[in-house]
């Protein structure tokens, strides 16, 4: 069965530093996205991505962010100085078509941790 | 503003008994509302969504969900419990255009089952 992957699945990183979270979404799906979850507390949007841009971005996706599809399979979340209320559980996932057809799939998630 | 509120975060059931877990969400126009599921170091699996027609809805593994408007609740059921189903359920309502390209959850309820 098709399957959102996140790499890496865990990262410790220091503050201040810039993070690279990698996501390779299902592979005819044209709509991405990233949430987080930080610890307790309820999955965030973040950003979505279609054609090739943003669509879509929730108010935490400030210009330490930013998202990218650099070859037409991967799509990453970056953060350009990490802070430490940035440590949370960074969830991507894709679905095929725009609105309520669509089914969302989500990946395992990546955990960032800023000490 | 779209919100969802799940007011229990943590139940224990026995296994084989029945199940209810509670989501009211608030959105002023018609909502699309999904039940997630995520088990200890997975992703996020859809159960159950529901978008216009009869509001009780049947998902996958033996979970259905029952939509009242004027509870503006989408409460999730499941009449016998297994072991199995101890994980984290989170409910969640579509925004945007076109009612699904981003999802507000709520914060979750953990699931404990004991035999």
């Known amino acids: 069965e098709p399957e959102v992957t996140q790499t890496p699945s865990h990262q410790v990183t220091q503050m201040g530093q810039e993070v690279i979270l990698r996501c390779v979404p299902i592979?005819?799906?044209?709509?991405f996205y990233w949430y987080r979850q930080i610890l307790g507390q309820k999955v965030e949007f973040l950003v979505s991505?279609?054609?090739?841009?943003?669509?879509?971005k929730s108010e935490i996706f400030d210009d330490q962010f930013s998202v990218e599809r650099p070859d037409g399979s991967n799509f990453t979340l970056k953060i350009r100085s990490t802070k430490l209320e940035d440590s949370a559980m960074y969830f991507c996932?894709?679905?095929f078509g725009q609105g309520a057809a669509g089914e969302l799939f989500f990946g395992e998630g990546s955990r960032l941790t800023v000490l | 503003a779209q919100s969802v509120t799940q007011p229990d975060i943590h139940i224990t059931v026995s296994e084989g008994a029945s199940l209810e877990l509670r989501c009211n969400y608030s959105y002023g126009a018609t909502p699309y509302l999904f039940w997630y599921v995520q088990s200890p170091g997975q992703g996020l699996q859809l159960l159950l969504k529901y978008f216009s027609g009869d509001t009780l809805v049947q998902g996958i593994k033996g979970f259905e969900a029952e939509f009242k408007r004027s509870q503006s609740s989408f409460n999730l059921r499941k009449p016998s419990v297994h072991w199995s189903d101890a994980a984290e359920y989170f409910c969640a309502v579509g925004a945007g255009q076109t009612g699904a390209n981003n999802l507000f959850f709520g914060t979750g309820t953990r699931l404990t089952v004991i035999p």
């Open positions: 996932a894709s679905k």
């Open positions: 592979s005819n799906h044209l709509y």
């Open positions: 991505f279609y054609n090739n841009e943003i669509s879509e």
